[in-house]
């Protein structure tokens, strides 16, 4: 009984260790990416999206699990503070498992890519050799290792336009990840101080102090919120895009509102997690702006 229960308890941590919300969060990002780029060309429930699509979606969720096993073995004693309910600090996975778990999953999503062609083989292997530079050094680092997983994030809308055969609009989306992947990153290290501070990393909030991390993630937020507004404002979405965009917005305001003047009465854990449900409204705007 005591095996079972431990292969159960293994097993529950293998699946939980890539985040497979997060995981989704990519495959759609990939889809919304190919849907930007004119495949299917505007018509959502005319046509499915090429079968090269789904394998890069599968691709970029498969990498995107490697980067997130290996950022947990990388931050075991950072988690062991921060976040003591994670599989490896909790004790139900060992940090070998985890790592290998991690190269299978890269191998996976990059050998995927490589079938689907040299073009996306090369993106794959370029994101994971940046998410292990992520993981492994940048990610301690005031800053940098914020823009490079930001620019990670919004690779996956030209990934999903490059199996689609064109990079149509896909840059729009990707700029909005961009953003909102910025200020979110930066609102995660404030989240982190307490085990961050522990094992000497350098994040923006411990270099800059907490307050300036606070008003620099709220005007990223802003500056994003007023950024939503121009494919609309330029007649590139129509009315469809307004309605899930003014939700985004409304979220991105909070937040930021959050950050600078009661950011105790809101921790960064909880901002950190309502803003992940913005990225799924922010990819309903933009098939919503392209269906329109």
């Not at 079972?4 to 293998?14: G, H, I, V």
């Not at 999953?105 to 794959?124: D, F, N, R, S, T």
Request: glycine share 10%; proline share 6%; no cysteine.
């Amino acid at each position: 009984m005591k095996h079972s229960l431990s292969s159960l308890q293994t097993l529950r941590a293998l699946l939980r260790l890539p985040r497979p919300l997060n995981g989704l969060i990519t495959a759609l990002s990939v889809g919304v990416g190919a849907f930007a780029a004119g495949a299917p060309q505007h018509h959502l429930y005319g046509a499915a999206p090429p079968p090269e699509v789904w394998w890069a979606a599968l691709a970029a969720a498969l990498v995107a699990g490697a980067g997130n096993a290996l950022n947990d073995v990388a931050d075991l004693e950072i988690d062991r503070i921060n976040r003591p309910q994670r599989p490896l600090p909790a004790g139900h996975l060992n940090r070998r498992a985890a790592l290998v778990q991690s190269v299978v999953l890269a191998l996976a999503g990059i050998g995927l890519a490589l079938w689907q062609g040299p073009a996306l083989g090369g993106m794959a292997l370029l994101v994971t050799a940046a998410l292990v530079l992520y993981d492994l050094w940048l990610k301690r680092t005031a800053l940098w290792g914020n823009l490079l997983v930001s620019a990670l994030a919004a690779a996956a809308f030209p990934f999903g336009a490059l199996a689609a055969g064109q990079l149509g609009r896909a840059w729009i989306p990707a700029g909005f990840a961009f953003l909102f992947h910025l200020g979110r990153e930066i609102v995660k290290d404030l989240e982190d101080v307490e085990g961050d501070r522990a094992q000497g990393a350098r994040t923006l909030p411990l270099r800059a102090g907490a307050p300036f991390a606070a008003h620099l993630a709220a005007g990223i937020l802003f500056v994003l919120a007023v950024f939503t507004w121009w494919p609309w404002l330029g007649g590139i979405y129509g009315w469809t895009y307004l309605v899930p965009v003014l939700g985004v917005d409304a979220l991105l305001l909070w937040a930021a509102w959050r950050l600078l003047h009661d950011r105790a009465a809101t921790p960064a854990a909880q901002l950190g997690s309502r803003l992940k449900w913005g990225m799924l409204l922010g990819l309903l705007a933009v098939v919503a702006g392209e269906a329109g």
